[in-house]
């Protein structure tokens, strides 16, 4: 029987991999892949919105430089250009696909809000729940699309590589990817996903820390199966913490976000004795860039002893908080707080990946055939750090470009898949799999949060690297013994995102954007205005990749 070929493999099913699914249709079958459900993801969870220029006081120019100043000096200005100026048009798709965006009742414009280093209003919301109600509309479009077939509950361990058999292409040397081994997590079997392009939407790494945003499934597969697979990785210490998580005093996967939106709509950051302090380490107080609020929020704690500081928003009207954020004002209220009368406990947390799979300005990555867009992705866009609300902007315009990209890839290149081996594996289950997992899981996330965290040194960095080493040894001997499942791959991922984060804080010797070592406290243009990047061989032998 003849195995059957899918034009477009897309794994993951945030902002990125629906939409790219969606124009790529167009053009082939596609394959969606989701590891749990289509919701599960960073995307589903987004409360600010699209940071996109629209009112007649905005420009192109400033969301450029606005872009390019929260980038430290490290973005790529073409591709900050590019998703600058093709915002409007990505807007206008998502509301011809149904989307929803808040509008202002009196004058019927949309509402814009104001967030941490943007000089002018321009993210286009809806209400603080815009993640969900542009999955809604994502994933109501892919549904109803015969050209894309979903499938759930999917969890992909390896990209196909081994078999270079590229029988036309543009070159005739390097690696190619054929698509993915996955594993059906309800059949608990092992499928060989064969496509003529394969795209690694596979969202962040968040899980490998202690305290994040990010949602369960956010284990950094798309960065542990590229750089297996030979493709570099770039960039990735710079992680950005985003500075204002509920804080429940709770043991909690998960932290709930409270948005950017917050303080720009005027809620002020203060310590337990109400007293303002983002002042002393920024001009632009409680609306300065995310980095420079965290680090004064982690400062402020570590001076005061306390666990977390306050957003007060308190002096506004109740009606208007509680219109503006009913999200936000809903969960509060389930842990007891009142954000119309109380102020809003909040730490900081891991929150976005602004390093990841090298890309160029189409989603292209140095393996052939294979293409990385969303936040799994380094496309320059972001630098050292992200400016509020362009991840989905970045997400959405590359998702757009890659389809054209690999539409252009499977047009000029004929590939063999013949000869490409189903999985095999002779490990045995493991009776204390549970334990082990969450052993090593727990001293991986406690070795990133403690050491490559919001503050960085020297010394902290040189333990982590003798630390890290060992975990990953036990970790890799472990997956190899042990019936593969969710779980272990999921271990494996986290091992090798919590390595090469080691690796990556110790190589940049200065301080930038998101990457702070108080051993190296100034920024170094002569020595570091660059990216940061690993590439592994490629070449894993059989036995390390089952």
């Not at 991999?17 to 960073?42: E, M, R």
């Not at 987004?46 to 220029?53: D, E, L, M």
């Not at 003529?196 to 798309?222: E, F, M």
Request: with cysteine; hydrophobic share 35%.
């Amino acid at each position: 029987m003849k195995e059957k070929i899918y034009d477009y493999l897309v794994i993951g099913t945030g902002a990125a991999g629906l939409f790219f699914s969606i124009n790529a249709s167009k053009h082939g079958k596609v394959l969606l892949l989701s590891k749990n459900k289509i919701k599960d993801s960073n995307t589903y969870l987004a409360q600010g919105g699209i940071a996109s220029v629209e009112k007649p006081n905005d420009s192109f120019e400033d969301h450029i430089q606005d872009t390019l100043n929260a980038g430290d000096e490290l973005c790529n200005l073409k591709a900050v250009e590019m998703i600058v100026r093709e915002g409007p048009k990505v807007i206008d798709d998502l509301l011809d696909l149904g989307a929803k965006f808040s509008k202002e009742t009196s004058k019927g414009f949309y509402s814009l809000h104001k967030e941490g280093g943007h000089s002018k209003s321009r993210v286009f919301h809806f209400k603080d729940t815009t993640g969900k109600e542009l999955i809604r509309a994502l994933t109501k479009s892919v549904k109803s699309n015969p050209n894309i077939e979903i499938m759930e509950n999917a969890i992909s361990i390896d990209l196909l590589t081994e078999h270079q058999k590229t029988a036309s292409s543009e070159e005739s040397k390097g690696i190619t990817c054929y698509g993915a081994y996955v594993l059906d997590i309800k059949t608990d079997k092992v499928l060989k996903i064969l496509s003529r392009s394969t795209i690694l939407a596979t969202g962040g790494s968040g899980q490998v820390y202690q305290h994040t945003s990010n949602p369960l499934p956010a284990t950094g597969d798309g960065i542990g199966m590229a750089y297996r697979a030979g493709a570099t990785i770039s960039n990735l210490e710079f992680f950005q913490f985003h500075p204002t998580t509920l804080y429940t005093g709770k043991s909690e996967e998960s932290s709930f976000l409270i948005s950017e939106a917050v303080r720009g709509f005027g809620g002020i950051l203060k310590t337990a004795s109400k007293k303002k302090f983002m002042h002393k380490y920024h001009e632009l107080g409680s609306l300065a860039p995310r980095d420079v609020v965290a680090r004064g929020i982690d400062a402020e704690m570590k001076k005061s002893g306390d666990s977390c500081v306050y957003i007060d928003i308190t002096n506004f009207p109740a009606k208007k908080v509680i219109s503006s954020f009913p999200n936000i004002y809903s969960k509060c209220l389930e842990n007891g707080i009142d954000i119309t009368k109380e102020m809003i406990p909040v730490v900081p947390a891991a929150h976005y990946q602004c390093g990841g799979i090298e890309a160029d300005i189409n989603g292209k990555t140095d393996i052939r055939g294979l293409f990385a867009i969303g936040e799994v992705a380094q496309n320059g866009v972001h630098g050292a750090n992200r400016l509020a609300s362009n991840s989905l902007l970045e997400a959405l315009v590359f998702a757009k470009r890659s389809a054209k990209s690999s539409e252009h890839y499977i047009k000029k290149t004929t590939l063999d898949f013949t000869g490409i081996e189903d999985w095999h594996s002779d490990a045995s289950v493991d009776n204390e799999e549970k334990i082990i997992i969450s052993f090593l899981k727990n001293n991986i996330k406690s070795l990133t949060s403690k050491f490559v965290g919001i503050v960085r040194s020297k010394a902290r960095l040189e333990i982590a690297t003798k630390m890290i080493d060992l975990l990953l040894w036990q970790v890799r001997d472990y997956y190899r013994n042990t019936k593969i499942t969710k779980e272990t791959i999921e271990l494996r991922n986290l091992a090798d995102v919590a390595s090469l984060l080691v690796r990556f804080a110790n190589f940049r010797k200065e301080s930038r954007g998101l990457h702070y070592n108080i051993d190296y406290p100034d920024k170094d243009n002569v020595n570091w205005q660059k990216n940061t990047r690993i590439r592994s061989s490629g070449r894993t032998s059989k036995k390390d990749v089952n």
